[in-house]
């Protein structure tokens, strides 16, 4: 009975994943359900998945082939009497989406297959080291729930040999306390690939509610692919305008300010953070900036390409510049950017003119495999 509950269970998974699948751009392009998001699963509303039930009728209701009529009667006693839509509420339930926890791997899963993305190369090896216990010796003493019984029993069959009391014909060994064996183990540390993301972002008066909302939800899937890459990975939030400064993960999703663009700001400070907490030979570094690509002046812009240049690109595994459409911005600095370092393979850039962009713009971050 429970391998059959098992196999309806996945054969269940299966279709769930099929559906998100087949509605992943719909979901990327609609980031409404990101705020369902827990520790580890999101709750995402798959239409059009029928759940067999059983509805049952009134016995004392009759059916067809019960009561008076004559063959070839109209079931139901004729045709039905217009209504004037004034009626009371029905008691029937109509047809509603069904939602189903998935987790951020099963997430992060389907959006590498259906955009995709290559797994990423590690920038080198990691000297950060975690811990990890194997049980690799055995030794006489420990707690019973280490006991290892095999062993055990080794040291009592060749204790009973070696005494001349074991009998072929009947094959019983009893251990005694000196022949108990248990496991042991010893800590290992092993290299962990560790990664962090800075977001920065453009809130100048230019980058409205929509522009956010399309940072807010390309950030989210590119988190959820990069945690599946990386056994640790931190974010850390940057917003700008004029000046930049640090804040955390609502602040940087929710916040409305207005006023001019110096973007050379944001790199700074993210050059700063990276030197003091994470060490290129260390860390694998994923910068994203997000704008309307409108800086306050060709000396910023300046400025801002010989941060790259020289600073933020050696150290980094990817740079993301996305420059989200806006009716308000000049849209200039995707222009800059390309034309002094769009030989970098490190540098990409990705112009994201809607929602219906965001899949695309996901693409062209991730779909080099850095």
């Not at 609609?30 to 509303?45: A, L, N, Q």
């Not at 009947?170 to 560790?194: C, G, H, L, Q, Y």
Request: glycine share 10%; net charge negative; aromatic share 8%.
């Amino acid at each position: 009975m429970g391998l059959k509950i098992d196999q309806d269970h996945a054969r269940f998974r299966g279709i769930v994943r099929g559906k998100i699948r087949q509605n992943l751009r719909q979901y990327i392009s609609h980031g409404e359900f990101i705020g369902r998001k827990g520790s580890d699963t999101v709750s995402i509303p798959v239409a059009h998945i029928d759940i067999p039930r059983f509805q049952f009728g009134d016995r004392q209701r009759g059916g067809v082939g019960q009561g008076a009529g004559e063959p070839g009667d109209p079931i139901g006693g004729g045709e039905p009497e217009p209504g004037d839509g004034q009626g009371a509420a029905g008691s029937e339930p109509a047809d509603h989406a069904l939602e189903v926890e998935v987790t951020l791997d099963e997430l992060a899963a389907i959006l590498g297959e259906e955009l995709e993305l290559p797994r990423i190369e590690d920038k080198g090896k990691s000297r950060l080291r975690s811990k990890k216990d194997r049980y690799t010796a055995v030794r006489r003493v420990g707690p019973e729930s280490l006991r290892h019984f095999k062993r055990t029993y080794r040291e009592g069959l060749k204790r009973m040999i070696a005494a001349g009391t074991f009998r072929p014909d009947r094959p019983v060994v009893v251990p005694v306390p000196e022949d108990r064996r248990f496991r042991s183990w010893k800590t290992d540390r092993e290299p962990v690939a560790n990664a962090v993301i800075v977001y920065m972002m453009d809130v100048s008066g230019s980058m409205g509610d929509e522009q956010k909302e399309i940072v807010r939800a390309e950030s989210f899937w590119i988190d959820t692919w990069l945690r599946s890459q990386y056994q640790g990975l931190e974010s850390r939030f940057i917003v700008h305008d004029a000046a930049a400064r640090e804040v955390d993960r609502e602040t940087f999703f929710h916040t409305r300010e207005s006023g001019g663009t110096m973007i050379s700001s944001a790199y700074k400070l993210c050059l700063e953070l990276l030197e003091e907490h994470y060490p290129a030979d260390e860390w694998n570094v994923y910068p994203f900036h997000f704008s309307d690509g409108d800086n306050w002046s060709v000396d910023d812009t300046r400025a801002s390409i010989e941060l790259l240049d020289q600073h933020l690109l050696p150290r980094v595994n990817l740079f993301g510049y996305g420059q989200v459409e806006s009716p308000y911005g000049s849209g200039q600095f995707v222009k800059d950017l390309r034309e002094a370092l769009g030989h970098d393979a490190r540098l990409v850039t990705s112009e994201i003119r809607d929602k219906d962009g965001i899949a695309q713009s996901i693409k062209d971050f991730l779909g080099k495999g850095r």
